[in-house]
């Protein structure tokens, strides 16, 4: 059924999905309102809240990650009030846009792309404002960049009042993330990045805080309204008809994460960022990133020797491979290599080698 001419896709998102995932979506419908239903709900609860490293709900959204960015900024800042987003690449600037697109006042912290966010640049903004959250992106998928969390949480607890919001899209199961441990309010991520499951779903790590927050806003929204996701998942449901065969895959695929062991596949990731940086190297070019903030997921590289990315991508095409071209104002000068989700080394080995061919006809 299948087709014979798929390319790998070597691109951040939607990342390649194993065959048996993808059949573990092709199980019988079953209703979103009966005993099966609740049942994978509940199996599903327990299984991500093994990898989010949290007590906390995890919300399930049929929706992409952009949906619960929206649900984040309405439900989380009250009217009057101010969020605080930390911007330096594509998807932090726009999470913030989508804020002020839903009305609320907004500032930013910027950095230039490339740049990751110091605790100390939170601190500073925290200390001659207040605001109902900060919301920052973990992994900016657009320049490779990782941010400091951890460090970025801590100072957002000094201030009581202040939610700590994290989209981790492109970190999600890919890079060390512990939400309890390092007390993100809300870890929101979408299903088709280091997840390596089809796009489709979205999924959030609820805080009793964010609850509570909700409660004070008035206008929640209707399909991303906290308080209703709340009170279905409390009953193993959701309040509209959930996204029920990514859900099977996401039964399969969370099994065979816990058979690889959680901080195994970070490691992994690791091993693929250190390889890329080595391979990186070795062809005469530069990480975006700078060093100690290189994302485990996704590679942003320079393109210094000035190839066409167009006919790096072609000739990677004829390989069998589907290759990213750079992204928003960095595309062209940069290009990037996702090596997350089910990527195994010797596949980014083989990319390698297809990218030297070409490398050797410039
Ligand atoms: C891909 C991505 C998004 C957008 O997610 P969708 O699921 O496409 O809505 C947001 N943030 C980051 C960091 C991403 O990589």
Redesign the pocket.
């Known amino acids: 059924m299948r087709s014979q001419s798929h390319k790998v896709l070597v691109i ?2 939607p990342v390649e999905v194993r065959p048996e995932i993808l059949d573990a979506q092709a199980q019988w419908m079953i209703g979103h309102r009966s005993t099966a239903f609740s049942e994978l709900f509940a199996r599903l609860q327990e299984k991500l809240r093994a990898v989010f490293l949290t007590e906390n709900r995890v919300f399930i959204s049929g929706s ?3 949906g619960l960015w929206e649900g984040a900024s309405r439900n989380c800042i009250r009217d009057g009030r101010k969020v605080l987003h930390l911007a330096g690449g594509a ?1 932090s600037a726009r999470w913030a846009d989508v804020s002020r697109l839903n009305g609320k006042t907004v500032d930013v912290i910027e950095v230039p792309w490339g740049q990751a966010h110091t605790p100390e640049m939170v601190e500073e903004a925290l200390r001659r404002e207040h605001y109902d959250a900060v919301c920052v ?1 973990h ?3 657009s320049t490779g960049v990782i941010n400091p969390i951890q460090a970025i949480s801590e100072v957002v607890h000094r201030y009581d009042d202040t939610l700590l919001l994290v ?1 981790t ?2 970190s999600f199961l890919g890079a060390e993330l512990r939400v309890d441990d390092w007390g993100i309010d809300m870890a929101l991520t ?1 299903s ?2 280091a997840f390596a499951l089809p ?1 489709g779903m ?1 999924l959030a790590t609820c805080s009793p805080r964010i609850l509570d927050r909700a409660k004070e806003v008035t206008h929640r929204g209707y399909y991303f309204d906290f308080l209703e996701l709340e009170a279905a998942a409390a009953k193993n449901n959701t309040p509209s008809t959930p996204p029920i065969s990514l859900m099977f895959a996401a039964d399969a695929q969370l099994d065979a994460i816990a058979a690889e062991g959680l901080e195994n596949r970070w490691m992994r990731h690791l091993m693929m960022r250190d390889l890329t940086m080595q391979w990186t190297d070795a062809a005469g070019m530069s990480m975006f990133a700078p060093d100690g903030y290189r994302s485990p997921t996704v590679s942003a590289i320079r393109n210094t020797r000035g190839f066409d990315v167009d006919a790096m991508a072609k000739f990677m095409g004829g390989k069998g491979y589907s290759m990213d071209k750079g992204y928003g104002q960095i595309k062209g000068k940069t290009f990037r290599i996702a090596h997350m989700g089910d990527m195994e080394i010797g596949t980014l080995e083989a990319v390698f080698e297809g990218l030297d061919e070409f490398l050797e006809t410039q």
């Open positions: 951040p998102g992409s990650g952009t998807f992106v992994n900016e998928t989209d899209v492109s979408s088709q990045k796009p979205a």
